[in-house]
C-alpha cells in the first residue's frame, strides 16, 4: 500500500513538472514572436527614414523585415515588408524589381481583404508604370484604387488617386479632365488641411497652366507649392517637393523666353539629382538643358545635352521624354546637313509618342517632319504632315480649365456664403424666439387686465354695459383691420420678392444661353468649313433643346443637327452633353463613319445618365441627324436617329431615312446598330438637316399642325434661291403661320448648299 502511495506521488510530480515545462516553451515562443514583430517594425520604419537618404539603406531594411516576416508568417507584416521593398526599389529607380514587389503586397492584401493595403498597391503600381511610360496600366491601377478608396471613404487616399489620374490626363493631354482631377484633389486636400497634398496639388496645377501659355497663373501655384514644400523639407529633411519646383520654375522661365533664368534653375535641379543618384531625374534635366539650349540656337550644346539624355534613359529603359530628345536631335541633325539621320530620329520620335499615346508631342513630331519635308521639296508629304499637325492641335483646345479654376473658388466663396447665412439665420431665430416670448407675455398680461378690468366694472358700473360691448366691438374692428393690413404687407412683399426672384432666373437663363450660343460652332469657322449654308434657329425659350455641330477631320465635313428631350434648361442641358460627347467621339477616333458616331454617343449618354432597360427613371435622350461629306469625292454618308436629311437637286427632292430609335434609351430594348445611307452629292446641291418643331407648330386658319408634306414641299420651292433668301421665307412662312399661338417646340433647320 505505501508502494503504491509513492508511485502515485511520483507520478503527479513528473506530470506537473511536464505540464509547466509546455507552459514555458509557450509562454518563451510568445515572448520570441513579440521581440520579432518589434523588430520587423523597427527595420520598416528605418527603410523609410532612409528611403530618400541612403536608398540602399532603405533596400537593405526592407530585405531584412520581409525575412523575418517570412519566418513567423504574418500576413499584415509580410504586406508591409513587400510594400516598403518595392517603395525603396522605386526609390532607386529600379522598376522592374519594384513592380514585382508591389505585386506580391497586391496579392497579399486581395488574399487578406485588406482594402486599404490593396488601394495602396495599386496606386504604387500605377506611378511605377507612368515613370516606365506605360501610361494606359497607370491609368487603369489609378482607377481601380479610386473605386476602393471611395468605398472605403478615405479622403486623404482619394485626393491622392485623383492626383494620379491628373498627371495621366494631362500627358494624355486631356486637359479638361486633369484640371477636373487636381482641384477636386485639392479641395480634399483643403478639407483636411493636408499641406503636402495641397502643395502636390498646386505644383500639378501649375504644370497645367504653364501648358495652356498663362504663366501668371502657373508662377502663382508654382510659388504656393515651393512655399509648402519648403517648410516640409524643413522639417522632415525631404527635399523631393522642392526639387520638383525649381524645375517647374526653370520650364515655366522657358516657355517664357527667359532663358538664362530657365538654364539657372535647370542647372540647380541637375546637380540635386546628380548628388542624390537620381539618374532617371538627372536625364530628365539634361533634356530640359538641351531643349533650352536648342532655343537659343546654340545647337552644338544642345545636342551634347540631348545625346547624354537619351544615352542614360537607354541605360535605364526609360522611354518618358524619348520622343521629344529623338524629335531635337532630328531638327539638329537636319540643321547640320544630315538627312538621313534627320528622317530617322524623327519618325522614330513620331513612333515613341503614338506608343505613349503623348498627343503633343504627336502634334510636334508631325510639325517637325512636315518641316523636314518641306526642306527636302517632297511636298506632298509636308501637306499630309501639315494637316495631321493642324488637326491635332485644333483638338487640344482646353480653354475649360480657367472655367474650371474660377467654378472653385466661385464653390468656395459660396460655401462661406451659407455658413455666414447659416449663422445669422441662427442669430434671427434666437431674436424671433424671444421676441415671442415677450408676445405671450403681454398677451397674459393684457388678458388678465382686462379680465379684472371687465370684473370690477361689472360690479360698479353694470348700466354702462352697452358701452363695454361697443368698445369691444371696436377693438375688433380695429384688430381686424390690423390683421388685414397685415396681411396686405405680407402680400405685397411675397409679390416682391417673386418679381425680384424671377429676374435673377431669367438673367441666369440669359447668362446660359450666352454660354449656349458660344458652344455651338461659331460663324467664322463655319465659313471656313460649309462656305455657303444658313442656320434658322428659334429656341421657345430663352435657350433651346435644339442644337447644330460641324467639325472637319481628315478632309471630311461632320454635320449634325440635334433635337433632345424637352426644351428650355433641361434641353440646353442636354445640348451641351450631346455637343461635348460629339466632339469626343470625333477627336478620339481617327476612322469615322456616321453610323459609329451615333452608336458610340448613344452609349455615353446612357451611361451618363445611368440609364437601364425596364427601370423607371431617367429616358432622356435626342434625335438627330448627322452627315459626314468627303470633300474630294463629294460623298454624303448619313446616320439618323428619327430626323432625316433631304437633298434637293434641280428641285427633285431625295430622303435618307433614318433609324427609328433614339439617342438613348428605347421604350423597347434595341440592341442593333445605327445604319450607314450613302449619297453621291453633285455641285449645286441643297442638303437640309432638320428638327420637328417647325413641322409640328400649330397654326393657320384651322389650328392645325403644318405637317411634313407641306414642309418638304417649302423646301423644295425655296431651293432655287439663295441661302439668305430661303432663311428669310422659312421665317416669314412661319411667322404668318403660326400668328398668336404660342410656339409648341424648339426649331431649327441647317441648309448646306455644294
Same mark, same amino acid.
Given at each position: 500500500m505505501k508502494k503504491y502511495i509513492l508511485l502515485g506521488i511520483f507520478f503527479f510530480f513528473v506530470v506537473g513538472l511536464f505540464s509547466a515545462n509546455i507552459q514555458q516553451d509557450s509562454l518563451n515562443v510568445e515572448s520570441s514572436d513579440s521581440e520579432t514583430i518589434k523588430k520587423i517594425q523597427e527595420y520598416l520604419?528605418?527603410?523609410?527614414?532612409?528611403?530618400?537618404?541612403?536608398?540602399?539603406?532603405?533596400?537593405?531594411?526592407?530585405?531584412?523585415?520581409?525575412? $523575418?516576416?517570412?519566418?513567423?508568417?504574418?500576413? #499584415?507584416?509580410?504586406?508591409?515588408?513587400?510594400? +516598403?521593398?518595392?517603395?525603396?526599389?522605386?526609390?532607386?529607380?529600379?522598376?522592374?524589381?519594384?513592380?514585382?514587389?508591389?505585386?506580391?503586397s497586391l496579392e497579399i492584401c486581395k488574399t487578406t481583404d485588406n482594402r486599404t493595403g490593396e488601394a495602396a498597391s495599386l496606386n504604387r503600381i500605377g506611378n511605377t508604370l507612368q515613370l516606365m511610360g506605360h501610361y494606359q496600366d497607370a491609368l487603369n491601377n489609378y482607377q481601380l484604387a479610386l473605386i476602393i478608396n471611395r468605398e472605403l471613404d478615405n479622403t486623404i487616399e482619394i485626393a491622392r488617386t485623383l492626383t494620379n489620374l491628373g498627371s495621366i490626363f494631362r500627358l494624355y493631354g486631356n486637359y479638361e479632365k486633369a484640371i477636373s482631377q487636381h482641384l477636386d484633389a485639392l479641395e480634399l486636400y483643403e478639407g483636411v488641411n493636408n499641406d503636402e497634398g495641397i502643395a502636390w496639388s498646386a505644383l500639378n496645377i501649375a504644370r497645367l497652366f504653364r501648358m495652356m501659355k498663362n504663366y501668371t497663373k502657373a508662377f502663382e501655384y508654382v510659388n504656393q507649392s515651393l512655399e509648402i514644400y519648403q517648410k516640409i523639407a524643413f522639417e522632415f529633411e525631404n527635399n523631393?517637393?522642392?526639387?520638383?519646383?525649381?524645375?517647374?520654375?526653370?520650364?515655366?522661365?522657358?516657355?517664357?523666353?527667359?532663358?538664362?533664368? +530657365?538654364?539657372?534653375?535647370?542647372?540647380?535641379?541637375?546637380?540635386?539629382?546628380?548628388?542624390?543618384?537620381?539618374?532617371?531625374?538627372?536625364?530628365?534635366?539634361?533634356?530640359?538643358?538641351?531643349?533650352?539650349?536648342?532655343?537659343? =540656337?546654340d545647337f552644338q550644346q544642345s545636342k551634347k545635352y540631348f545625346s547624354e539624355a537619351l544615352h542614360i534613359k537607354d541605360s535605364l529603359n526609360d522611354i518618358t521624354e524619348k520622343a521629344s530628345i529623338l524629335r531635337h536631335l532630328g531638327l539638329i541633325a537636319l540643321n547640320e546637313g544630315n538627312v538621313r539621320d534627320a528622317e530617322n530620329k524623327l519618325k522614330n520620335s513620331l513612333d515613341f509618342a503614338k506608343i505613349q499615346n503623348l498627343k503633343e508631342d504627336i502634334k510636334e513630331s508631325y510639325f517637325a517632319l512636315s518641316e523636314f519635308y518641306e526642306k527636302q521639296n517632297s511636298l506632298p508629304q509636308a501637306l499630309s504632315y501639315f494637316r495631321l499637325y493642324i488637326s491635332l492641335k485644333d483638338s487640344l483646345n482646353n480653354q475649360k480649365i480657367n472655367e474650371l479654376e474660377l467654378q472653385y473658388s466661385f464653390d468656395k466663396e459660396q460655401r462661406m456664403k451659407e455658413f455666414e447665412q447659416r449663422q445669422k439665420d441662427i442669430e434671427q431665430k434666437a431674436k424671433l424666439q424671444k421676441q415671442k416670448i415677450l408676445?405671450?407675455?403681454?398677451?397674459?398680461? =393684457?388678458? =388678465?387686465?382686462?379680465?379684472?378690468?371687465? !370684473?370690477?366694472?361689472?360690479?360698479?358700473? /353694470?348700466?354702462? /354695459?352697452?358701452?363695454?360691448?361697443?368698445?369691444?366691438?371696436?377693438?375688433? !374692428?380695429?384688430?381686424? /383691420?390690423?390683421?388685414?393690413?397685415?396681411?396686405?404687407?405680407?402680400?405685397?412683399?411675397? /409679390?416682391?420678392?417673386?418679381?425680384?426672384?424671377?429676374?435673377?432666373?431669367?438673367?441666369?437663363?440669359?447668362?446660359?444661353?450666352?454660354?449656349?450660343?458660344? %458652344? $455651338?460652332?461659331?460663324?467664322?469657322?463655319?465659313?471656313?468649313?460649309?462656305?455657303?449654308?444658313?442656320?434658322?434657329?428659334? &429656341?421657345?425659350n430663352i435657350v433651346s433643346g435644339d442644337f447644330y455641330w460641324v467639325s472637319e477631320?481628315?478632309?471630311?465635313? !461632320?454635320?449634325?443637327?440635334?433635337?433632345?428631350?424637352?426644351?428650355?434648361? &433641361?434641353?440646353?442641358f442636354m445640348s451641351m452633353l450631346g455637343v461635348a460627347f460629339l466632339n469626343e !467621339?470625333?477627336?478620339?477616333?481617327?476612322?469615322?463613319?456616321?453610323?459609329?458616331?451615333?452608336?458610340?454617343?448613344?452609349?455615353?449618354?446612357?451611361e451618363s445618365l445611368h440609364q437601364e432597360y425596364g427601370i423607371f427613371g431617367s429616358k432622356d435622350g435626342m434625335d438627330i441627324a448627322l452627315c459626314i461629306i468627303d470633300k474630294d469625292t463629294l460623298s454624303l454618308k448619313f446616320a439618323g436617329a428619327y430626323n432625316?436629311?433631304?437633298?434637293?437637286?434641280?428641285?427633285?427632292?431625295?430622303?435618307?431615312? &433614318?433609324?427609328?430609335? &433614339?439617342?438613348?434609351?428605347?421604350?423597347i430594348k434595341v440592341d442593333r446598330e445605327f445604319a450607314n445611307k450613302e449619297f453621291m452629292l453633285q455641285k449645286g446641291d441643297m442638303i437640309?438637316? =432638320?428638327?420637328?418643331?417647325?413641322?409640328?407648330?400649330?397654326?393657320?386658319?384651322?389650328?392645325?399642325?403644318?405637317?411634313?408634306?407641306?414642309?418638304? #414641299?417649302? $423646301?423644295?420651292?425655296?431651293?432655287?434661291?439663295?441661302?439668305?433668301?430661303?432663311? #428669310?421665307? %422659312?421665317?416669314?412662312?412661319?411667322?404668318?403661320?403660326?400668328?398668336?399661338?404660342?410656339?409648341?417646340?424648339?426649331?431649327?433647320?441647317?441648309?448646306?448648299?455644294f
Open positions: 520604419d528605418l527603410s523609410e527614414k532612409n528611403r530618400n537618404r541612403n536608398v540602399e539603406m532603405a533596400v537593405d531594411y526592407a530585405e531584412k523585415a520581409l525575412l $523575418l516576416s517570412q519566418q513567423i508568417k504574418n500576413e #499584415e507584416l509580410l504586406y508591409q515588408s513587400e510594400f +516598403a521593398l518595392g517603395y525603396a526599389y522605386y526609390s532607386r529607380n529600379d522598376y522592374e524589381i519594384a513592380i514585382l514587389h508591389f505585386n506580391k523631393t517637393g522642392v526639387t520638383l519646383c525649381l524645375k517647374e520654375i526653370g520650364d515655366i522661365s522657358f516657355e517664357k523666353g527667359d532663358f538664362e533664368k +530657365a538654364i539657372e534653375y535647370s542647372e540647380q535641379v541637375l546637380q540635386i539629382n546628380k548628388q542624390s543618384q537620381n539618374w532617371q531625374g538627372y536625364a530628365n534635366s539634361l533634356s530640359t538643358l538641351g531643349k533650352i539650349y536648342f532655343q537659343t =540656337f408676445t405671450w407675455v403681454f398677451i397674459a398680461g =393684457f388678458v =388678465f387686465t382686462l379680465l379684472l378690468a371687465y !370684473i370690477i366694472f361689472k360690479n360698479l358700473q /353694470r348700466k354702462k /354695459r352697452t358701452n363695454i360691448l361697443l368698445i369691444q366691438q371696436k377693438q375688433e !374692428i380695429e384688430n381686424q /383691420r390690423d390683421e388685414i393690413e397685415a396681411q396686405r404687407d405680407f402680400v405685397t412683399k411675397q /409679390r416682391d420678392q417673386i418679381a425680384k426672384q424671377n429676374t435673377i432666373i431669367t438673367d441666369s437663363i440669359e447668362y446660359a444661353k450666352r454660354i449656349q450660343t458660344a %458652344l $455651338l460652332p461659331q460663324d467664322k469657322f463655319m465659313k471656313s468649313v460649309l462656305k455657303d449654308y444658313f442656320v434658322y434657329m428659334k &429656341p421657345k477631320k481628315n478632309n471630311k465635313i !461632320i454635320v449634325a443637327v440635334s433635337d433632345c428631350t424637352g426644351h428650355g434648361v &433641361p434641353g440646353a !467621339i470625333v477627336n478620339k477616333n481617327e476612322v469615322i463613319e456616321a453610323n459609329h458616331i451615333l452608336d458610340q454617343l448613344r452609349a455615353s449618354i446612357i432625316p436629311c433631304v437633298i434637293i437637286r434641280d428641285s427633285t427632292m431625295y430622303e435618307l431615312l &433614318p433609324d427609328k430609335m &433614339p439617342i438613348g434609351i428605347h421604350a437640309y438637316l =432638320f428638327t420637328d418643331g417647325y413641322i409640328d407648330q400649330f397654326g393657320g386658319k384651322d389650328g392645325l399642325k403644318y405637317r411634313q408634306k407641306a414642309f418638304k #414641299e417649302l $423646301l423644295v420651292n425655296i431651293s432655287v434661291n439663295d441661302l439668305k433668301k430661303q432663311k #428669310e421665307i %422659312l421665317e416669314k412662312t412661319m411667322n404668318e403661320w403660326q400668328g398668336s399661338r404660342s410656339q409648341l417646340d424648339d426649331m431649327m433647320i441647317m441648309g448646306i448648299k
